[in-house]
């Protein structure tokens, strides 16, 4: 009896690793899943941490440049010399949009022909369109990173759940229920539950930094936006 009892203690999984390695099937499939959303956040996270660095700079760019500009002729050149940035897209946009304009009001005191205030308010939907979409643009696959921060809770969450039923059933079939016996099956049923934290975590983390940084882009071209339209009025265009 005491032989048997040491061999026993011997299978019984100490660690992590071996908690895995022993796992069940179910388990182990739980697992699998819970390590691919790992992966897949991560890679996200990264991915998007760079492209977010490169708009940045590139806005912070743009705005120097823009900060010393007196003419949208002069905007609009700035615009076509530096390299791509969502205040450039935004800027774009508005060239666009007053070169395929006709001013509605005549020239008045030898100064060009003006936009009239609905052809401004045009202009003002037509840029906050364009800053929704290079939002959306940006904002590319963050939504993925709440969704896995949400889901693998849960997947984890059914992981042990399937764990323990396996682990009672067992001990109904061996007809053993000391604490040695049942131990091992819930400690193996509980990797999957920690497995899913440590995926749901960093990519909750994660989606709320990025989601902040887009509402702080937004606000940023907004403010533009309305830099545009002052350096129209200073020009008379307006």
């Known amino acids: 009896?005491?032989?048997?009892?040491?061999?026993?203690?011997?299978?019984?999984?100490?660690?992590?690793?071996?908690?895995?390695?022993?796992?069940?099937?179910?388990?182990?499939?739980?697992?699998?899943?819970?390590?691919?959303m790992s992966l897949v956040s991560w890679a996200l996270m990264a991915a998007k941490a760079v492209e977010f660095r490169r708009a940045e700079?590139?806005?912070?760019?743009?705005?120097?440049?823009?900060?010393?500009a007196h003419t949208l002729d002069e905007a609009a050149e700035i615009s076509r010399r530096l390299p791509p940035s969502p205040h450039r897209a935004v800027m774009t946009r508005a060239i666009r949009f007053v070169t395929e304009t006709t001013p509605a009001l005549s020239p008045t005191n030898e100064r060009r022909a003006r936009l009239s205030a609905s052809?401004?308010?045009?202009?003002?939907?037509?840029?906050?369109?364009?800053?929704?979409?290079?939002r959306d643009r940006l904002g590319r696959f963050v939504p993925t990173l709440a969704t896995i921060g949400s889901v693998s809770p849960l997947i984890g969450l059914?992981?042990?759940v399937?764990?323990?039923?396996?682990?009672?059933?067992?001990i109904a079939t061996k007809g053993s229920g000391n604490i040695g016996a049942v131990a091992p099956g819930i400690a193996e049923a509980l990797i999957a539950t920690a497995a899913a934290l440590s995926v749901?975590?960093?990519?909750?983390?994660?989606?709320?930094?990025?989601?902040?940084?887009l509402n702080r882009f937004d606000g940023e071209l907004d403010?533009?936006?309305?830099?545009?339209?002052?350096?129209?009025?200073?020009?008379?265009?307006?």
């Not at 401004?120 to 929704?132: C, F, K, Q, T, Y």
């Open 158 to 160: 059914l992981g042990t």
């Open 200 to 213: 749901a975590i960093p990519a909750v983390f994660g989606y709320n930094i990025f989601a902040h940084r």
């Open 162 to 170: 399937l764990g323990i039923i396996e682990s009672f059933i067992g």
């Open 57 to 68: 700079a590139a806005g912070r760019d743009f705005i120097e440049e823009f900060e010393g």
């Open 119 to 134: 052809q401004v308010e045009a202009l003002r939907l037509v840029l906050d369109s364009e800053s929704a979409a290079v």
């Open 223 to 238: 403010g533009f936006g309305s830099e545009l339209i002052a350096l129209m009025v200073r020009e008379g265009r307006i």
């Open 1 to 36: 009896m005491d032989l048997w009892l040491l061999q026993v203690g011997a299978a019984i999984p100490s660690t992590p690793t071996e908690l895995v390695a022993n796992a069940s099937g179910p388990t182990k499939f739980v697992l699998v899943v819970l390590a691919i």
